[in-house]
C-alpha cells in the first residue's frame, strides 16, 4: 500500500483550555496540542467513558504503532495566537460553610473531606479561531476517515480541520539535516534522531515533553504542499508507549 502524508489545519471555534502550567492560582493552557490527545481526539484510538484505572496510552495507542499511523504534535501559528481569560469559583453555595483543611465543610458537626481539585481561580485559555497544524502519517495506507470537526481539551471544545494531502518527493525516506518549524513528541523519536540532535525548545508536559525548533539528522521523510513548501518529517517516529510507562 502507498504511504500517505497528510498536514491538517486546525481552527479552534471555542475557547479551549487544558491545564498545562499552575502558576499559583493561574491554570495556564500553553500553545500547543499534545499528539497522544490528537490521537484520541480524531477518533484513531477509544477509550472506555468511565475508567479508574492507571493511564491507558499503551493499550490504546500501541496498536496503531502495528497499523504504521502516527499524528504529531499540534503547533499553533504565531500570527493566529490568541488567549481568553476567565475565573471559576466551584465552592458551595450552601447558607453554612467553613474552612476545613483542603475542603470545605457544610455542617457544623461533620468534617468535610479533603478534595483534590481546585476550588477557585483563573484560567488562560486558547482563544476562539487560534490555529494550529500537524501532520498525519499513514505508513500502510491504510483507509482513513478524516473528521472534518473534532472535540478538545477539559471543555471539549469545538474545533474545525481542512485536510491536505502531500506529495511524497520519494518513496523512501532521505537522509539529511534539518531545522524542524514544528513540535515533536520526544518519547516518539527513534533514537538516533536523539543522539544526534543539535539544539531544541522543551515544554515540560505530561506524559512525555515536547519539543520544537529541532535542529535534526537523520532520515527523513521528504514531501511538498499544493503550494509548494518542502516539508521534512523523521521517519520511523512511532508513539513511545512503551517509554512513558
Not at 504503532?65 to 499540534?74: D, I, K, R, S
Not at 498525519?136 to 494531502?165: T, V
Not at 523512501?172 to 516518539?188: C, I, K, T, W
Not at 519539543?211 to 518529517?233: A, M, N, V, Y
Amino acid at each position: 500500500m502507498a504511504v500517505e502524508i497528510y498536514r491538517a489545519s486546525l481552527t479552534l471555534m471555542e475557547h479551549t483550555f487544558f491545564a498545562t502550567r499552575e502558576v499559583g492560582i493561574l491554570y495556564e493552557t500553553e500553545p500547543l496540542i499534545g499528539n497522544y490527545a490528537l490521537a484520541y481526539a480524531l477518533g484513531l484510538c477509544n477509550a472506555p467513558y468511565h475508567w479508574a484505572g492507571p493511564p491507558r496510552y499503551k493499550i490504546d495507542l500501541g496498536p496503531l504503532n502495528e497499523q504504521g499511523l502516527y499524528v504529531t504534535p499540534g503547533t499553533f501559528v504565531a500570527e493566529t495566537l490568541r488567549y481568553a481569560f476567565s475565573q471559576f469559583n466551584a465552592q458551595t453555595d450552601t447558607y453554612y460553610s467553613r474552612f476545613d483543611q483542603n475542603a470545605i465543610g457544610t455542617s457544623p458537626t461533620k468534617k468535610a473531606r479533603a478534595a483534590n481539585f481546585p476550588q477557585s481561580g483563573k484560567i488562560r485559555m486558547l482563544g476562539r479561531e487560534s490555529q494550529a497544524y500537524f501532520f498525519l502519517l499513514n505508513l500502510q495506507g491504510i483507509a482513513l476517515r478524516l473528521p472534518n470537526y473534532i472535540r478538545l481539551g477539559k471543555f471539549n471544545s469545538k474545533a474545525r480541520l481542512e485536510w491536505e494531502r502531500l506529495f511524497l518527493e520519494s518513496e523512501q525516506p532521505e537522509e539529511s539535516e534539518q531545522v524542524l518549524d514544528f513540535m515533536l513528541n520526544a518519547a516518539d523519536l527513534p533514537s538516533r534522531f536523539v543522539t544526534k540532535m543539535r539544539a531544541f525548545s522543551i515544554f515540560n508536559i505530561s506524559p512525555a515533553p515536547l519539543l520544537s525548533h529541532c535542529h535534526l539528522e537523520g532520515d527523513f521523510w521528504h514531501c511538498k504542499s499544493r503550494t509548494g513548501k518542502q516539508i521534512f518529517l523523521p521517519a520511523d517516529m512511532r508513539f513511545g508507549v512503551d517509554v512513558i510507562e
